[in-house]
């Protein structure tokens, strides 16, 4: 968006700013893609008011970060945390052209939209019917992601959306809200929500190959966007060298992808009766790629040996979803069971995002520090001396630790 008007230094605290804009930076991320999903001006309109919002952000943390610099010692603790700044704006401004995408009508192909329920973790908009049984409770009343791994992540009531609504925020009849999980606690919700059943987009037939392949193309992108991006805080949170590698590759992969993506697209352009209609794609597949570039530079320092700025690690702790690190006990459920076994996700709230494997799996494959299974699935075994790396709400966070500790009642 176009600045609106000037913004005056006034003393804030950088902690609080960077934990605001690490929340702000991954919402954008999911409203954006949602908005192109779901089709809907108000979503896209939403994603750029919190750009404009972002753009105050950041440069209100950079004059705290040049007001704090007073040596060269304080230039090389504070380089990494512009950098995270200057990643956050670049997430910000990506989530602004895919939102534009649909507020300026560029265009997709049906079988972009049938795509992406599934790279959002399936998204769906419901309004809350009078007589719903979710009408009129508050969100940690219903505990929906706990019992369902389904998550409020905003909320429209009379032409405003709450952004980030919390377990305080009560629900109402005729509010809009997006919800976000697996797909068969999303049915449920919906239906117990509107009072009709949930009905998956069918995917379209006839279209090309090429087509279908450009847009599966994007699909994992984003997946791996956000994942880098996940583990790029994970990395600096914990400052792991190697996480921080992981986010090398990941954003490697996304290059390869775009490049793939480019050759599909121009095959794919024979084939189609408008070959403009494919604009919308090429926008989301440059945004995309900007993602997975940001989370590169969120992790730049740790790669570089800077050791993390404690206001980082708190900034990154503080944040409303978070990334916690924990050990699978001997006495822990998790152990000898699948991800999907244990239904992490419903039981707790939380995502693991990677798996580093333990002594003895490291013994084994030579590599010291054990190996990282990046965003496992739920066929992923779990076994005792794993490290996982998991992210979500803070009460989320500290039932999945007790959960992995074998201290959970």
Avoid at 18 to 36: F, G, Q
Avoid at 194 to 204: D, I, M, N, R, W
Avoid at 232 to 237: I, K, S
Avoid at 325 to 349: M, P, Q
């Amino acid at each position: 968006m176009e600045p609106t008007g000037p913004v005056d230094y006034e003393p804030v605290s950088v902690k609080a700013v960077l934990a605001e804009m690490k929340d702000t930076a991954e919402l954008l991320i999911d409203l954006s893609y949602s908005a192109v999903l779901l089709g809907s001006d108000d979503v896209a309109g939403e994603v750029l008011e919190l750009e404009a919002k972002m753009d105050v952000l950041q440069l209100r943390a950079r004059m705290s970060l040049l007001m704090a610099c007073r040596s060269p010692d304080d230039a090389e603790a504070l380089a990494p945390v512009l950098g995270m700044v200057g990643a956050a704006e670049k997430i910000s401004d990506a989530a602004g052209d895919i939102a534009k995408v649909v507020l300026e009508d560029i265009g997709l192909p049906d079988t972009m939209r049938a795509a992406l329920p599934e790279a959002v973790e399936t998204l769906v908009r419901a309004t809350i019917a009078p007589d719903s049984r979710l009408a009129g409770q508050t969100l940690g009343d219903l505990n929906l992601e706990t019992e369902t791994g389904v998550r409020a992540i905003a909320v429209r009531r009379q032409g405003s959306w709450l952004l980030n609504p919390d377990r305080d925020t009560r629900l109402t009849a005729d509010d809009v809200v997006l919800f976000r999980g697996p797909e068969d606690g999303v049915g449920e919700v919906y239906a117990d929500a509107t009072g009709e059943a949930y009905e998956p987009p069918e995917p379209p037939q006839g279209e090309g190959r090429d087509l279908e392949r450009a847009v599966d193309s994007i699909v994992v992108m984003k997946d791996m966007g956000e994942l880098a991006v996940d583990l790029a805080y994970g990395a600096v949170l914990f400052d792991s060298e190697t996480v921080a590698e992981e986010v090398v590759e990941l954003e490697a992969e996304v290059d390869a992808l775009q490049s793939r993506f480019e050759a599909w697209t121009l095959r794919a352009a024979k084939d189609v009766d408008d070959p403009v209609s494919l604009r919308g794609l090429v926008h989301l597949a440059r945004s995309t790629e900007v993602i997975s570039d940001a989370a590169l530079e969120i992790s730049e320092g740790v790669l570089r040996g800077l050791s993390t700025h404690r206001v980082v690690a708190e900034a990154v702790r503080e944040s409303d979803e978070i990334i916690v690190r924990a050990t699978v006990a001997e006495a822990s459920g998790l152990a000898g069971r699948t991800i999907g076994e244990a239904a992490v996700k419903t039981a707790t709230g939380m995502r693991i995002i990677a798996v580093r494997r333990g002594e003895g799996e490291s013994a084994r494959t030579g590599r010291e520090g054990g190996d990282w299974v990046v965003s496992p699935g739920p066929e992923t075994p779990l076994r005792a001396g794993d490290v996982l790396l998991a992210k979500g709400t803070r009460s989320g966070a500290e039932r999945f630790t007790e959960l992995a500790e074998g201290t959970a009642d």
